[in-house]
């Protein structure tokens, strides 16, 4: 979980939404990032086990721009727009010197990543998303009754925040209490397939990021997302999550097999939501064709008559 024995150093960039921090490192030469970005629930620490393991089976990440979103780990708030913060990550990476980008997002940051790579596509060579929040997700955000039939553990997680931000200052000594009893641990099942497989480090460190005004902000603006903004996307863009994920719709790949040119879904046997910190070497693999996008010039955008776009696909995975 140590940015520096990562190879790793923190740095904080002036964006348009405010001060970004980030940790970026591991120099190849590139002019390509690997932009990392976390979900609600997180910061740029729920990337570590992936980075670790990508050094354990000799393929490490390099040139990582790993990004706190604004509201959680050490970056301010407020939760800007989707729209600004897209031009804030882009950025980011600019001002790390890298003209163009991979983008890998978890949950939340999933979204962001394919905003991004909407808005900048001749900059974005390939997109990662990690149990990406879908249609199904906003339905739990604008009808929460009715999304909560089909998503019931997203939709208490909703309430469950509400709560939180209800109870102000208190809700800091009760997540603490909850921590300190072992309860908390139990309470992360949902998000997890073998929560008590996971390093305490990692969920300790997601405790220390629950921040329930941030997530209820972002709740707040993705129900007016317009996903057909995707359409602009002209790269690659490689999906994994967890069979076991209780906070991504199964619909959610169809729609986007429909929207995006060039996509492919592959579902772990064995992972919940965090499929990067369960199943981190698989999570590797299943995105290799992201890791392994560098090209040096934009790519035109496929002719849909002479070269129709590939379908996603559900490929299971263990």
Not at 8 to 17: A, E, I, K, Y
Not at 236 to 260: K, N, Q, T
């Amino acid at each position: 979980m140590d940015a520096t024995t990562l190879g790793l150093r923190r740095t904080v960039v002036p964006t348009g939404v405010g001060p970004l921090v980030v940790r970026a490192g591991r120099a190849s030469g590139s002019p390509v990032a690997t932009v990392l970005l976390h979900g609600a629930a997180g910061s740029w620490s729920t990337w570590a086990p992936m980075i670790a393991a990508s050094d354990e089976i000799g393929l490490p990440l390099s040139d990582v721009v790993a990004v706190d979103l604004p509201g959680w780990g050490e970056s301010p708030g407020p939760v800007p727009a989707p729209a600004d913060l897209a031009v804030a990550v882009a950025a980011v990476a600019r001002a790390l010197g890298y003209p163009r980008w991979r983008l890998v997002g978890h949950s939340l940051g999933g979204v962001i990543a394919l905003d991004v790579a909407a808005r900048f596509p001749d900059e974005t060579v390939a997109v990662g998303v990690v149990s990406p929040s879908g249609a199904g997700a906003r339905v739990v955000m604008r009808r929460p009754l009715a999304g909560g039939i089909r998503l019931p553990w997203l939709a208490g997680m909703v309430v469950a925040m509400r709560i939180l931000r209800g109870l102000g200052p208190l809700a800091s000594p009760l997540l603490r209490l909850l921590r300190r009893t072992g309860a908390l641990r139990g309470l992360s099942r949902p998000l997890f397939r073998h929560p008590e497989r996971v390093d305490p480090a990692v969920t300790d460190a997601l405790a220390d990021e629950i921040r329930p005004a941030a997530f209820l902000a972002a709740a707040h603006l993705s129900r007016t997302h317009d996903d057909a903004v995707w359409r602009r996307i002209s790269c690659p863009v490689r999906s994994v999550r967890g069979a076991h994920d209780v906070f991504v719709a199964a619909a959610d790949a169809r729609e986007w097999s429909r929207i995006l040119r060039d996509v492919d879904h592959v579902v772990l046997a064995d992972s919940g939501h965090f499929a990067h910190v369960e199943q981190p070497v698989q999570t590797l693999r299943a995105l290799r064709e992201v890791w392994a996008a560098s090209r040096a010039t934009p790519a035109p955008a496929p002719r849909r008559r002479s070269a129709p776009p590939r379908r996603g696909r559900r490929t299971p995975a263990t």
